[in-house]
């Protein structure tokens, strides 16, 4: 009995031998003669009563190698297969199909104001300076000819760093202006972007977070008129051709004498009367000639280096440009907002 035992285990393994898979039912076919639930190999351990003693140690081993040979078996079929798969597969792409579209995303309202303001300064030779936002008092105030006593320096306007009189976060981008010209010398033509920081109640009209561009040119013999040439400029290609300016008194600290610029938009259209309040002025931004004081704080001799300098809102352009009523909008990233604006600049 035993003899035929060992027998039937030696015709499975040379069915083994003979075995050829070549496609998925093959497989099948192989895993459930040889691994299934009922298969030889399983029924052939059944045999073992009827090995002798002596030989059942023997018997089990052989049993066994079958079992690995019939999985050895199996699993390089599968692998073959699989590889031909995925070789047919390979053969099948072209490379050529376009790609499944990646939905765009479009560009802030912000941003779109900051990359045009900053474009049209570079086009007549500013470049660009970027600057810290966590500042020192003098950088923020005391160089910028802010005395003490302003109510800008209060606890109510800005923030300090905790624990802080010295640390803040910049209510102005004119803290760049001290930045440059305490590190170079003139000639100097910048404009700084950037985020600034005042605490403020948060409503529609106003954030305790906002962008500002500001403007810089120091040079021997800059005057008023060069100023006011280049903020024309500047009005027209963001305001279009026709735009008139007007600059009206005003007062900053760290420019002597001080402006406010209004675009000429009129008020035949609804949106003009709308955003110049009937007026047809739209105030636009705050400059003037570079105080002395600022100069020599900074190290430039007031007596050889005039300059202009200017401070552009862009929170408030947006709003305008667009006909946004509430500032928060600009801050709160819903998407239903956003997906409005156009990629491109
Ligand atoms: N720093 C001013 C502000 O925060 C804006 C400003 C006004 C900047 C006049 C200037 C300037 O450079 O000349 O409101």
Redesign the pocket.
Same mark, same amino acid.
């Given at each position: 009995m035993s003899k035929d035992a060992f027998k039937i285990a030696e015709e499975i393994s040379t069915k083994l031998d003979a075995a050829t898979i070549s496609d998925a039912a093959g497989l099948e076919a192989f895993r459930i003669q040889f691994l299934g639930s009922k298969n030889e190999i399983k029924a052939l351990f059944g045999e073992i009563k009827n090995v002798a003693n002596e030989r059942k140690k023997e018997f089990g081993q052989t049993v066994n190698a079958l079992k690995n040979k019939a999985e050895g078996i199996f699993e390089k079929g599968q692998g073959a297969l699989e590889n031909t798969a995925s070789a047919t597969a390979h053969a099948n792409l072209d490379l050529s199909r376009p790609t499944v579209p990646n939905p765009r995303g479009s560009t802030h309202p912000v941003t779109i104001v900051l990359n045009k303001v900053i474009s049209i300064f570079e086009r007549i030779g500013f470049t660009v300076a970027e600057e810290r936002e966590i500042e020192d008092d003098w950088h923020n105030f005391t160089a910028m000819n802010t005395p003490d006593d302003h109510p800008a320096r209060d606890m109510q306007d800005t923030f300090y760093l905790k624990n802080s009189i010295d640390r803040l976060l910049r $209510?102005?981008t !004119?803290s760049v202006?001290a930045r440059v010209m305490t590190s170079q010398q003139p000639p100097i033509r910048i404009i700084a972007p950037g985020r600034v920081y005042r605490n403020e109640t948060i409503s529609a009209r106003s954030h305790c977070q906002f962008h500002?561009v500001?403007?810089l040119f120091i040079d021997k013999n800059v005057s008023f008129a060069d100023m006011k040439q280049t903020l024309m400029y500047f009005a027209k290609e963001m305001y279009g051709p026709d735009t008139d300016i007007r600059l009206r008194p005003s007062y &900053?600290p &760290? $420019?002597e004498p !001080?402006a406010e610029m209004d675009v000429w938009m009129g008020t035949a259209t609804d949106e003009a009367y709308r955003l110049t309040k009937g007026t047809g002025w739209l105030e636009v931004l705050?400059?003037?000639m570079v105080d002395p004081n600022v100069l020599s704080n900074c190290n430039i001799d007031p007596e050889i280096y005039t300059g202009f300098? &200017?401070?552009i809102g862009i929170e408030r352009t947006a709003l305008q440009k667009y006909g946004i009523n509430d500032i928060r909008m600009l801050f709160e990233n819903d998407l239903r907002f956003l997906k409005q604006f156009n990629s491109a600049i």
């Amino acid at each position: 009995m035993s003899k035929d035992a060992f027998k039937i285990a030696e015709e499975i393994s040379t069915k083994l031998d003979a075995a050829t898979i070549s496609d998925a039912a093959g497989l099948e076919a192989f895993r459930i003669q040889f691994l299934g639930s009922k298969n030889e190999i399983k029924a052939l351990f059944g045999e073992i009563k009827n090995v002798a003693n002596e030989r059942k140690k023997e018997f089990g081993q052989t049993v066994n190698a079958l079992k690995n040979k019939a999985e050895g078996i199996f699993e390089k079929g599968q692998g073959a297969l699989e590889n031909t798969a995925s070789a047919t597969a390979h053969a099948n792409l072209d490379l050529s199909r376009p790609t499944v579209p990646n939905p765009r995303g479009s560009t802030h309202p912000v941003t779109i104001v900051l990359n045009k303001v900053i474009s049209i300064f570079e086009r007549i030779g500013f470049t660009v300076a970027e600057e810290r936002e966590i500042e020192d008092d003098w950088h923020n105030f005391t160089a910028m000819n802010t005395p003490d006593d302003h109510p800008a320096r209060d606890m109510q306007d800005t923030f300090y760093l905790k624990n802080s009189i010295d640390r803040l976060l910049r $209510t102005h981008t !004119s803290s760049v202006q001290a930045r440059v010209m305490t590190s170079q010398q003139p000639p100097i033509r910048i404009i700084a972007p950037g985020r600034v920081y005042r605490n403020e109640t948060i409503s529609a009209r106003s954030h305790c977070q906002f962008h500002q561009v500001e403007g810089l040119f120091i040079d021997k013999n800059v005057s008023f008129a060069d100023m006011k040439q280049t903020l024309m400029y500047f009005a027209k290609e963001m305001y279009g051709p026709d735009t008139d300016i007007r600059l009206r008194p005003s007062y &900053f600290p &760290f $420019t002597e004498p !001080s402006a406010e610029m209004d675009v000429w938009m009129g008020t035949a259209t609804d949106e003009a009367y709308r955003l110049t309040k009937g007026t047809g002025w739209l105030e636009v931004l705050g400059c003037g000639m570079v105080d002395p004081n600022v100069l020599s704080n900074c190290n430039i001799d007031p007596e050889i280096y005039t300059g202009f300098a &200017f401070g552009i809102g862009i929170e408030r352009t947006a709003l305008q440009k667009y006909g946004i009523n509430d500032i928060r909008m600009l801050f709160e990233n819903d998407l239903r907002f956003l997906k409005q604006f156009n990629s491109a600049i």
